[in-house]
């Protein structure tokens, strides 16, 4: 039998984080999304060298930053069920609230929420599919552009590099 050139399990592209701690992200993403534990592979020095959590269908990669490295969020969009229900999931496991909510002008709704380590998640569902053409008429509709106005002010940018320094 061949070897697949993409493992059983693994999808062509996979997140892998680097995190000051590992654990604490794994034990995040657990009540954040549901993640499930796949690995976690400590090194001699107690360090996380590698380890593997499943979100839904994806796998997402992690292990331990070396202290000399510079802060290395990540930033991953996850499409769920119910952006509204596991964007207050999110926030209650310790996340803060980057964007609430919103529905944007492509059909879905988004918000953005900062974990504990100041990685960004983009929780987003598809609630419509817009043509190309109502998508064109919404670009300058009052209420989408206010939408993606509040989506795209909101100072995202500084809450996750201020998250860093812990």
Not at 12 to 21: A, M, Y
Not at 104 to 111: H, N, P, S, T
Request: hydrophobic letters at 40%; charged letters at 25%; one cysteine or more.
């Amino acid at each position: 039998m061949p070897v697949k050139p993409v493992p059983e399990g693994c999808s062509t592209v996979t997140p892998w984080l680097i995190s000051r701690d590992t654990v604490q992200l794994i034990d995040y993403m657990k009540r954040a999304f549901g993640a499930e534990e796949l690995a976690c592979l400590a090194g001699e020095d107690g360090s996380i060298e590698h380890a593997e959590v499943r979100i839904g269908d994806s796998v997402v990669m992690m292990f331990d930053a070396r202290p000399e490295w510079p802060p290395t969020p990540g930033f991953l969009r996850l499409y769920v069920e119910d952006a509204d229900a596991v964007h207050r999931q999110a926030v209650a496991a310790g996340g803060t609230s980057v964007t609430e909510v919103t529905h944007l002008f492509f059909g879905d709704r988004v918000g953005r929420v900062r974990d504990p380590l100041g990685n960004l998640y983009w929780i987003q569902t598809r609630v419509e599919d817009p043509g190309p053409q109502e998508m064109e008429r919404r670009l300058s509709d009052p209420e989408f552009t206010k939408a993606m106005e509040y989506v795209q002010s909101a100072e995202f940018f500084p809450s996750v590099v201020g998250g860093l320094d812990r």
